[in-house]
């Protein structure tokens, strides 16, 4: 006989514990499935076109500055010991490029994904937790302190080797160049800007005391709060551009928004014109046989220009409408040959 030991751990005999509540088991037939199939083909190819059209219309401009090659105007920012280094990119546009224009800089062959960089960043000390910027936690090592054993705020690789490059834009008008402004502001994610990073709270009525007995990362030119000399909101760890660094790309190859073109005189978007694009060249890029290039795109109610997104869904969709044709002719065959049979 068997114990009652036995018996503890047996389930109740339930219908949910026994598994034995009705269930509805869809009996799928030639005349559900090949229709279904149709309707799911000929619905994919329509978003398909709409989604291929529409992007076929987004403009982008793209252009690599690199300066690898020597006819490239960079060329001379590609020396090590080159500082404070600028060139000037000029292209022209035959017609409107429609706005609101979105200026991106990208980068390739960057593994932002790694692990040991993803984690290298102090969350307390970007939350604004003063007690975190004296006391970097061991994840910013090797950026966690200076050579004077002065904690670095903020810590860590990401923000150490936040993006650098500066960017001007002008538009030749009358043989003079007119300034055209970017606009920085809303760039980052919502929930970056309004949760997940805050400011430490200003000391005596001095937001630069709070890092008092702090150094700025190694690679920065100023420290966190001198980010934007011109809009003391920009500063510290909701700097726009910041975040948008912060918030790490998936793939090695990527771009990141670095500001707008929209109201004043862009309001339409940028005119047909000659425009020079002046680079403060910055960030080194060559050492790891990677790529910079900026890229002016405009948007549509589906995002930025994705012509695979487009290519996929007709893919998808002639396939339901062939394999749907395939069982047609298979089904149809067998039926007849089962009623000769009887």
């Known amino acids: 006989m068997k114990s009652e030991g036995e018996f503890e751990n047996r389930p109740d005999n339930t219908a949910f514990t026994q598994q034995r509540l009705p269930a509805w088991q869809p009996m799928l037939s030639a005349g559900i499935v090949i229709p279904l199939f149709v309707l799911v083909g000929f619905a994919f190819i329509g978003i398909g076109a709409a989604l291929f059209i529409t992007s076929?219309?987004?403009?982008?401009?793209?252009?690599?500055?690199?300066?690898?090659?020597?006819?490239?105007?960079?060329?001379?920012?590609?020396?090590?010991?080159?500082?404070?280094?600028?060139?000037?990119?000029?292209?022209?546009l035959s017609q409107l490029f429609q706005g609101p224009v979105f200026f991106y800089y990208g980068l390739s062959n960057y593994f932002q994904n790694f692990r040991q960089y993803?984690?290298?960043?102090?969350?307390?000390?970007?939350?604004?937790?003063?007690?975190?910027f004296h006391a970097p936690q061991s994840y910013c090592f090797p950026y966690q302190y200076d050579s004077n054993n002065t904690p670095i705020v903020p810590c860590g690789s990401i923000a150490?080797?936040?993006?650098?490059?500066?960017?001007?834009?002008?538009?030749?008008?009358?043989?003079s160049q007119k300034q055209v402004p970017f606009d920085g502001k809303g760039i980052a994610w919502w929930t970056d800007y309004n949760i997940k990073y805050r400011n430490p709270s200003a000391v005596n009525g001095s937001f630069a005391a709070a890092f008092a007995g702090t150094v700025k990362p190694i690679y920065w030119p100023v420290p966190a709060y001198n980010l934007d000399p011109t809009d003391q909101a920009n500063n510290g760890f909701l700097n726009q551009n910041f975040l948008v660094w912060m918030r790490r790309a998936a793939l090695p190859n990527f771009r990141k928004l670095y500001g707008r073109i929209t109201g004043g005189d862009y309001s339409q978007g940028l005119p047909a014109g000659n425009y020079t694009l002046?680079?403060?060249?910055?960030y080194p890029v060559i050492s790891f046989k990677g790529t910079k290039k900026v890229v002016f795109s405009n948007v549509s109610w589906m995002g930025g220009k994705n012509q695979f997104l487009g290519i996929a869904y007709l893919v998808i969709g002639c396939l339901c409408v062939v394999m749907a044709i395939v069982m047609l002719i298979v089904y149809a065959k067998f039926k007849f040959s089962d009623d000769e049979d009887l």
């Open 278 to 282: 002046r680079i403060n060249y910055n």
């Open 56 to 92: 076929q219309k987004i403009q982008v401009q793209e252009m690599d500055y690199t300066g690898t090659e020597t006819s490239s105007p960079c060329f001379q920012c590609t020396n090590p010991h080159s500082i404070n280094c600028t060139c000037d990119i000029t292209f022209s």
């Open 160 to 175: 150490n080797s936040m993006f650098n490059d500066s960017f001007t834009l002008y538009l030749m008008m009358n043989g």
């Open 118 to 132: 993803g984690v290298s960043k102090d969350d307390y000390q970007l939350s604004g937790d003063t007690a975190y």
